[in-house]
T-cell receptor, first 112, second 113 residues
Framework: DAMVIQNPRYQVTQFGKPVTLSCSQT?????MYWYQQKSSQAPKLLFH???????NEADTPDNFQSRRPNTSFCFLDIRSPGLGDAAMYLC???????????FGPGTRLTVT | DAKTTQPPSMDCAEGRAANLPCNHS???????VYWYRQIHSQGPQYIIH???NNETNEMASLIITEDRKSSTLILPHATLRDTAVYYC??????????????FGSGTRLSIRP
């Protein structure tokens, strides 16, 4: 089945230690998104790629970066995680901008 | 994108229809109504969307009022697996500048046996 895959499902990192979260898709969609969802809150968009075109949300901290080496893969890099960055990180895709989005299961990040 | 208002929580008996309301009184003519849901510890799942006409798919029906200021998502025969947070979102579709989904607080739907 075509799908959005996130690895790992659970990630523990230390305060200040860089961490990378991975997302892959078999849908061949043009757009890939990263959302952050903190406990009991709604998901919040961090940034998205339309093909190779990167679009950052205005309030996304500089600590968060992303890479999309090819259509199938997208990575979220957190350069110096703080305790406030503990959250669920959701990857999503859509065929085109504005279309319905398909979400992965998320990676729950713990910062110790 | 227009803001939406949803009740924070609802419950419904298993096997009955669950009707989830959403107000979007400031919706623009080119904005669609989308519904997503998020089951605990999973990513959000697309359910349905519409512009003016009522829509139905294998998961749900979407009823949009004639003035488009409100809508109702209907799950015709709710099951325990439908327990989730349901998000109503209005957004421009196929826009070059409006790719993002702005999630509101949603409605927490509980299905009771």
């Amino acid at each position: 089945d075509a799908m959005v895959i996130q690895n790992p499902r659970y990630q523990v990192t230390q305060f200040g230690k860089p961490v990378t979260l991975s997302c892959s898709q078999t849908l061949n969609h043009n757009v890939m998104y990263w959302y952050q969802q903190k406990s009991s809150q709604a998901p919040k968009l961090l940034f998205h790629y339309y093909d190779k075109d990167f679009n950052n949300e205005a309030d996304t901290p500089d600590n968060f970066q992303s890479r999309r080496p090819n259509t199938s893969f997208c990575f979220l890099d957190i350069r110096s995680p703080g305790l406030g960055d503990a959250a669920m990180y959701l990857c999503a895709t859509s065929r085109e901008k504005g279309g319905e989005q398909y979400f992965g299961p998320g990676t729950r990040l713990t910062v110790t | 994108d227009a803001k939406t208002t949803q009740p924070p929580s609802m419950d419904c008996a298993e096997g009955r229809a669950a009707n989830l309301p959403c107000n979007h009184s400031t919706i623009s003519g080119n904005e669609y109504v989308y519904w997503y849901r998020q089951i605990h510890s999973q990513g959000p799942q697309y359910i349905i969307h519409g512009l003016k006409n009522n829509e139905t798919n294998e998961m749900a029906s979407l009823i949009i009022t004639e003035d488009r200021k409100s809508s109702t998502l209907i799950l015709p025969h709710a099951t325990l697996r439908d327990t989730a947070v349901y998000y109503c979102i209005v957004r421009v579709s196929r826009s070059s500048s409006a790719s993002k989904i702005i999630f509101g607080s949603g409605t927490r739907l509980s299905i009771r046996p």
